[in-house]
């Protein structure tokens, strides 16, 4: 397969649709949770029954204006609703209530983290605004009809714009995981594209490297998590690519991701090019924020990941591979820094929870806020490995009674009596024990045969039923080789 | 105080007796004897209780495209034929609580959009008047029942004179307040930035009452205004119209061409007298952009239109186009159906005005002028003028069928659409009649400034007197 990226430079913009994650819906009072029975969540307002109004949800801009804040944007004091005008069944009124030529907040910078690169890439983000979602057609539900849920009619989300800023799927890639994160630790979202909380479109051209002008784009649709994105931008740019190369003209069209052949094709084409007739919604006046709010929300805003890693690295010392890892979640980092603090060994506390608890939540499908052994528990067992009480597989053995039992690490230590020995006159009685049951090694070893010290302190361990302290064993036996 | 049931009833029955054209009016389209009776009932206990019911025992008719529990709310189209609202307007919650029941729902044109109730897909209302003439619209029907006695208070709609238009050609009192005074919660909307639910009512202080009940700040609406509702005035204590001593009326030169009918002018110029006669300081004012007004609401209104009506699409409620092939097919047919011409004349235009291309040019060049005629009110309010006073339309009731040229009928709101654009209130009451048709007389006020207008109205009403409606 020809390496296009040779010859051709990829031109990558993004949409990122993001479901707010508010107790009502937008402009109604209906709840906005996930998962309930088909229009249960739904009112005159919602399902737009003549001579309902829509009224704005204070949480709903809280949370938008937090996402803008976090994401670096600049807050327009004032922003307009604006109708968006299509006929289709799940979309109630006919149009969506969204915001058009005054959005909420324009002119962010995100700066993605590209995995394996120190530096960041800053993408500038175009604009922020707040919209409703549409309901739900269900296709294949009932044979020969669509089926129409409205429970998602009217939940709000806010619209994330970036320029054509980006020049590889990667890049693209590592812009989506930023975003999340970013929406993560402001805890706006569920960010879960599974879910459909987050939605991505993609809008890709192709360029000779070296050109300025942008290419003919296309947008691809339909795709549903961030390395299919990935995917679908690399085989929509080969596409390209070689339309290009035979002299083609690409066309502007809607590509359709499929994820089961991993190809793009182009949706259905539309008779004519759709004119949304956008015009100032006048059921709601224009959206005035007072600047102490926006202020209030920015002096709330959680700690942000960029400036997570920075403090965890100075107060903890750990190194950019683990910051990277504690750092992914929100919730984990939160976890990470009460084992850190309590225990005091940042590095040590980041081993634990990337390994040994990133692999329980893992194993067990568990979200770290239901894990059972909490950050002070971890910390006093990591305390105990630190001051020579258990040993590693000992340690490892009082993790996983942990896990089932919720007892603490000192009374499962103690049950299971696997408390490390270091007490040299215990150590060295077992050593005597072991060199007398074992003659010839013994006389070798004494003799200044260095390397039986591995087989002696395993003999030790054995004796001691793993126990003893094997760095101490190790130290006492050097006493008595010549 | 006779027997509030027996009240309803009587009243549900005149309007049973005139449902369908059955009188020859055409006026009633919708009677529930059995939820009215009951209504009544809860009123009576209530009012027994001793509740506070400005309206106890109070019938009144409601205009078609206004939410109602029991009786369908059809906007008077065949594409909400049946459609009975699961919720009622915030505006009839409120004039329920203060004791009023409705008794019956009024024709109406085509989801308001007409100046003479013929566009109505259940046939044209007659004015009790004269039934070869016109009621005005498109709350004929509400200003129709009030005129024939129905009901002495009717709900009707304003967008551009809808209310106002009507009660002058019925010869009663029609009442459009200030934007935002009452909800638009569940009025069927037409233009969201002009509607506004207005009054039709034998007299100025049942017009008054009516609107004070319906007013304030309704969290449905994020349109309602938060301003405090005026106290109710004790009644009149004397037959004696109030003094206008330092109030000041302004006649805008634009309300009286030269055209204007000359008997329609000698009814205004009576009534200025009577003002003066009464204390008020006249003046000669102009609002200079009074002339782009019907331009300007022909493409405002009809934009915000052409988005408002896209939900009756045939999917959730009202008939819906069967065995269409498509989705397409389905909308089309449903709405080609559903929807008589006005109203699809309607959509056409306000769908191109915001076509993209045509956007600059119309919608937004419009706001822009509907942001002058604003202006000019606000000026001459602003120069010591309370009140403003004009003829409500250029001529008396036209005859049925007379107008078919739809700019024609267009040109009728010419004085009225004013008030919807600038958002301000105004009042129509009955100033005389000319060639035994009634004329009627406009008082505009600012922005939310009701109780000087409504002082006004009943002032000049009284001193007319009798006159009116002669």
Redesign the interface.
């Known amino acids: 397969m020809t390496d296009w990226s040779k010859k051709y430079e990829m031109v990558v913009g993004l949409e990122v649709h993001v479901q707010l994650k508010t107790r009502s819906k937008a402009f109604c009072a209906c709840s906005a949770d996930f998962g309930a029975p088909p229009n249960v969540n739904t009112c005159?307002v919602c399902?737009?029954?003549?001579?309902?109004?829509?009224?704005?949800n204070a949480e709903a801009v809280l949370l938008a204006v937090r996402a803008a804040i976090a994401l670096g944007f600049s807050v327009n004091l004032k922003s307009v609703f604006a109708?968006k005008?299509y006929?289709y069944?799940d979309l109630?009124?006919?149009?969506q209530i969204s915001q058009y030529d005054q959005p909420l907040a324009v002119q962010g910078t995100l700066h993605a983290r590209i995995p394996g690169e120190t530096a960041t890439r800053a993408i500038a983000i175009t604009r922020l605004h707040m919209e409703e979602d549409a309901g739900k057609s269900v296709h294949d539900r009932y044979p020969h009809m669509t089926a129409?849920d409205l429970n998602r009619a009217g939940v709000p989300l806010v619209e994330i714009v970036s320029e054509p800023d980006m020049r590889s799927a990667a890049e693209a890639g590592a812009y989506l995981r930023t975003l999340k994160q970013i929406l993560e630790y402001a805890d706006v979202s569920d960010v879960s594209m599974e879910e459909g909380s987050l939605r991505v479109d993609a809008n890709v051209s192709a360029r000779l490297h070296g050109e300025s002008k942008l290419g003919t784009k296309t947008e691809v649709k339909n795709v549903n998590s961030f390395s299919a994105v990935e995917r679908s931008l690399q085989s929509e740019f080969e596409r390209q690519c070689e339309m290009l190369d035979r002299g083609e003209n690409i066309l502007q069209q809607t590509m359709i991701w499929d994820a089961s052949s991993g190809t793009v094709r182009p949706a259905r084409s539309k008779e004519e090019s759709q004119?949304y007739?956008?015009?100032p919604e006048?059921?709601?006046?224009a959206l005035i924020l007072k600047p102490a709010f926006v202020k209030k929300v920015e002096s709330d805003l959680p700690e942000l990941p960029q400036k997570m890693r920075e403090r965890f690295r100075s107060e903890f010392g750990i190194a950019d591979a683990e910051l990277d890892a504690v750092t992914a979640d929100p919730r984990i980092a939160a976890y990470f820094e009460g084992v850190a603090r309590a225990h005091g060994d940042g590095g040590h506390a980041a081993r634990w929870v990337m390994g040994e608890v990133a692999a329980a939540l893992n194993e067990s499908a568990t979200r770290i806020q239901d894990f059972p052994i909490r950050a002070p528990q971890l910390a006093e067992l990591l305390d105990m490995i630190r001051d020579g009480k258990l040993s590693h597989t000992a340690a490892k053995a009082v993790f996983a009674n942990m896990r089932s039992t919720g007892k603490t690490a000192p009374v499962i230590a103690a049950e299971l009596s696997v408390t490390q020995v270091g007490d040299d006159s215990q150590l060295e009685q077992w050593i005597d024990e072991v060199l007398a049951e074992l003659p010839a090694e013994a006389a070798r070893f004494r003799g200044g045969e260095k390397k039986l010290t591995g087989v002696l302190v395993g003999a030790v361990m054995k004796k001691s039923k793993g126990r003893a302290d094997p760095k101490k064993v190790n130290a006492l036996l050097g006493k008595y080789s010549s | 105080m006779r027997n509030i049931i027996d009240i309803i009833n009587e009243s549900v029955q005149r309007a049973a007796d005139m449902q369908y054209g059955r009188d020859g009016l055409n006026i009633i389209v919708a009677t529930n004897r059995g939820a009215s009776i009951a209504a009544a009932e809860e009123v009576a206990s209530g009012y027994g209780r001793g509740d506070t019911m400005p309206l106890a025992g109070v019938p009144i008719a409601v205009k078609d495209n206004i939410a109602t529990l029991d009786m369908p709310t059809t906007c008077a189209s065949r594409i909400l034929a049946g459609y009975i609202s699961p919720y009622e307007a915030t505006a009839i919650t409120r004039l329920r609580k203060g004791g009023a029941v409705v008794v019956a729902k009024t024709n109406m044109d085509e989801f308001a959009m007409g100046s003479s109730t013929e566009t109505s897909a259940y046939g044209p209302t007659r004015n009790p008047v004269d039934p070869e003439r016109a009621p005005g619209g498109s709350s004929g029907g509400s200003a129709a029942a009030v005129a024939a006695g129905i009901v002495n208070i009717a709900l009707g709609s304003e967008t551009g004179g809808s209310v106002r238009q009507p009660a002058a050609f019925c010869g009663v009192v029609g009442v459009k307040p200030t934007y935002g005074r009452v909800s638009r919660f569940g009025l069927v909307a037409f233009g969201s930035s002009l509607d506004q639910i207005g009054v039709c009512a034998k007299s100025v202080r049942e017009a008054e009452l009516a609107t004070y009940l319906m007013s304030g700040l309704d969290p449905l609406d994020a349109t309602s205004a938060d301003v405090a509702v005026p106290p109710m005035r004790d009644a009149a204590q004397s037959d004696k119209p109030a003094s206008l001593k330092g109030v000041t009326v302004g006649l805008p030169a634009e309300y009286f061409p030269d055209s204007l009918d000359p008997e329609v002018r000698a009814r205004c110029d009576g009534a200025v007298e009577a003002m003066r006669a009464l204390g008020a300081t006249i003046v000669n004012v102009s609002l200079p952009h009074t002339a782009l007004a019907i331009p300007v609401y022909y493409i405002i209104a009809p934009a915000e239109a052409s988005s408002n009506l896209a939900r009756f699409d045939g999917v959730r409620y009202g008939p819906r186009a069967a065995n269409a092939a498509d989705l397409r097919t389905m909308y089309d047919a449903t709405r080609s159906k559903g929807f008589g011409a006005e109203v699809q004349r309607r959509i056409l235009l306000g769908t191109y005005v915001l076509s993209h291309g045509y956007y600059d040019a119309y919608y937004r060049k419009a706001q822009a002028v509907r942001e002058l005629i604003s202006r000019d009110f606000t000026s001459v309010f602003g120069s010591g003028v309370d009140l403003l006073f004009t003829p409500t339309t250029p001529t008396p009731a036209f005859k049925l069928g007379a107008v078919t040229d739809p700019y024609e009928m267009y040109m009728s709101d010419i004085f009225t659409v004013t008030a919807n654009l600038a958002g301000i209130p105004a009042i129509s009451l009955p100033i005389g009649r000319v060639r035994g048709l009634p004329v009627g007389g406009q008082l505009l006020a600012k922005h939310f400034d009701e109780p000087r207008m409504f002082l006004a109205a009943e002032a000049l009403e009284s001193a007319l007197g009798q006159g009116a409606h002669q």
Do not use: E, Q, S
């Open positions: 005159p399902l737009a029954l003549p001579g309902a109004l829509p009224v704005l109708r005008n006929f069944p109630p009124k006919g149009y129409i004119d007739r956008y015009f006048p059921d709601l006046p």
